[in-house]
């Protein structure tokens, strides 16, 4: 049985991914700027490769928020089913829901294209 509740936390659970794969994608940009400079510069080779690293796990993790904002979705668009089928679809919770959705399917348009 899906409730207000539910939709609720599931809508913010989507924001908090969407939001988190923004701070990613940022981090990139700033760790690959980093290690350009330190390449520049003719930093020494250790300390290149520690940072090369860290930009490689910051970019791992891109495609891990894609997957988790991508299950985080489905539910969220299952909640808004259920609701829809219980005769509740209605309310302020209800239009943040489908903003949220349409933000993140957005993203996922931007990726693929």
């Known amino acids: ?3 207000i509740r539910n939709l609720k936390i599931k809508t913010a659970a989507c924001k908090r991914i969407v939001k988190e ?4 994608e940022k981090e ?3 760790e690959a ?4 400079a330190m390449k520049e510069k003719g930093a ?3 300390d290149l490769k520690q940072q090369e690293n860290v930009l490689a796990e910051s970019r791992m993790m891109i495609p891990d928020c894609y997957k988790r904002l991508e299950s985080s979705l489905a539910d969220l668009k299952g909640i ?3 609701l829809e089928e ?3 679809k209605e309310g302020p ?10 933000d993140a399917e957005k993203l996922f348009q931007t990726k693929q294209g």
């Open 44 to 46: 020494d080779p250790y």
């Open 80 to 82: 808004l089913t259920e």
């Open 21 to 24: 794969l923004h701070s990613y």
């Open 1 to 3: 049985m899906a409730t």
């Open 86 to 88: 219980a005769k509740q």
């Open 28 to 30: 990139v940009e700033r």
């Open 93 to 102: 919770e209800v239009t943040e829901a489908e903003n949220t959705i349409a």
């Open 33 to 36: 700027a980093k290690t350009a």
